[in-house]
C-alpha cells in the first residue's frame, strides 16, 4: 500500500512539473518559426497578410447594405455586431 502512494505521489509531481514548464515551452514553439524563416519567407507572410487586408470590405458600405437588406433593426443590429467583429478579426484589431 504505501509503493502506490509513493507512486501515485511521484506521478503527481511529474504532472505538476509539465504544467508550470509547459505556457514556457508553448512560447518557444511560438517563437521558433519567426526565427526559422527566412526574409524571404518573412515577406510572402507580410504580403499575404496585406493582401488579405486590402480585400477587406468596407464596413459602412456593407452596414448600408444590411440596412437595405433587413427590415427589422434588431436583426439588422444582429448582423452588424458580427460583422463588426469579423472585421475586426480580419484586420487584427487595426481598425
Do not use: C, W
Not at 34 to 46: D, P, S, W
Request: net charge neutral.
Amino acid at each position: 500500500m504505501d509503493s502506490r502512494v509513493l507512486f501515485y505521489s511521484a506521478i503527481g509531481v511529474v504532472l505538476f512539473v509539465m504544467m508550470l514548464v509547459l505556457p514556457f515551452m508553448v512560447d518557444l514553439a511560438l517563437a521558433e518559426p519567426q526565427r526559422l524563416t527566412t526574409e524571404e519567407q518573412r515577406a510572402k507572410i507580410v504580403a499575404k497578410k496585406q493582401a488579405k487586408a486590402d480585400n477587406i470590405p468596407d464596413l459602412t458600405a456593407f452596414e448600408d447594405a444590411v440596412d437595405n437588406a433587413f427590415p427589422d433593426n434588431k436583426q439588422a443590429a444582429v448582423i452588424k455586431r458580427l460583422a463588426r467583429v469579423l472585421h475586426l478579426y480580419t484586420s487584427d484589431g487595426k481598425n
